[in-house]
């Protein structure tokens, strides 16, 4: 099984589309229904203060698919969000055509069964939005399912994104759409980039129908408190496509990368949440009353 490693294999310098991949990973069992082919795309433009992945923050430079603010519409990224002298120069990514990565991932078909498939996370899938729409175009035309984890940050409904986002809805089945924080200035001070948009985006895949499984970090002193559990709880209630909601507890593991990378880790000082901690957010989020999910376990 292949987890979180970078593959190094040449590539190919005439290729029409090309995507960046950090790594992939064959067996996964909780990003989605049924087994999962794992696919972590390089580059991120937000900078959450819990990443356990800063290694793939860095965005690709390649000058035949080069991905840039004004073809993602994301040149509203926030002034505010760190930069440092080596970020992310550890990282480690391979440029496939959406034909070699969809090859790679088919090799593991036999496995996706109970609704198993392909998963795309990152770093941020929607910053090579054309690459992952002509990907999972390949995928849906064997009638594998599809799933895109994303946070949400690169949506507008402003053109050229808009008109390509609409074309990726019609090859994805599934969206695990991560809520960091429910405050737009909390949300600005944890990510470095508001949350208007992204709650605009959970409100238009509601207007769509489009399934999606919703995943909230639970940081204690952060987003746990009851007022924005309650005002998290109201908006997800108002959705009308919400098939699972998880509360994921807030850990440690990526500090290694921080530290590898030269960036000072900005919560050194919060432990993760408590059994009760958790109990008490799934409770008041009433995480056991989404219940889609089950249907494709």
């Not at 840039?68 to 930069?83: A, E, R």
């Not at 949300?187 to 207007?207: P, V």
């Not at 129908?209 to 108002?238: A, C, M």
Request: negative net charge; proline residues 8%.
């Amino acid at each position: 099984m292949l987890s979180h490693v970078p593959v190094m294999r040449m590539y190919s310098t005439d290729s029409p589309l090309l995507g960046a991949v950090h790594s992939t990973e064959s067996f996964g069992a909780v990003d989605g229904p049924g087994v999962r082919f794992l696919i972590f795309f390089q580059g991120c433009p937000m900078r959450c203060q819990f990443c356990h992945n800063p290694d793939t923050w860095q965005l690709p430079n390649d000058p035949q698919n080069p991905i840039t603010s004004h073809d993602t519409g994301t040149d509203n990224l926030s002034p505010q969000i760190p930069k440092y002298a080596n970020d992310g120069k550890c990282s480690s990514y391979t440029f496939y055509t959406p034909q070699e990565l969809y090859s790679l991932a088919k090799r593991y078909r036999s496995y996706w069964k109970n609704g198993g498939g392909i998963t795309v996370s990152g770093g941020e899938p929607l910053l090579q939005i054309d690459f992952l729409t002509e990907f999972f175009r390949l995928a849906k035309s064997e009638q594998v399912h599809t799933a895109l984890d994303t946070s949400g940050h690169p949506f507008t409904r402003q053109q050229p994104f808009w008109g390509k986002f609409e074309q990726l809805m019609k090859y994805t089945d599934l969206i695990l759409l991560d809520l960091k924080h429910i405050d737009p200035k909390c949300h600005q001070k944890l990510t470095g980039h508001s949350n208007e948009n992204i709650l605009d985006l959970a409100q238009h895949l509601s207007e769509i129908g489009k399934p999606i499984w919703i995943r909230h970090v639970l940081v204690p002193g952060i987003n746990d408190s009851l007022e924005y559990l309650s005002r998290l709880d109201h908006f997800v209630s108002s959705l009308k496509n919400v098939e699972r909601l998880e509360v994921l507890p807030y850990h440690t593991h990526g500090v290694p990368k921080w530290k590898a990378l030269g960036i000072p880790y900005p919560l050194e000082d919060i432990n993760p949440p408590t059994k009760e901690q958790l109990t008490l957010a799934n409770q008041l989020l009433h995480t056991d009353s989404y219940t889609g999910y089950q249907k494709l376990l």
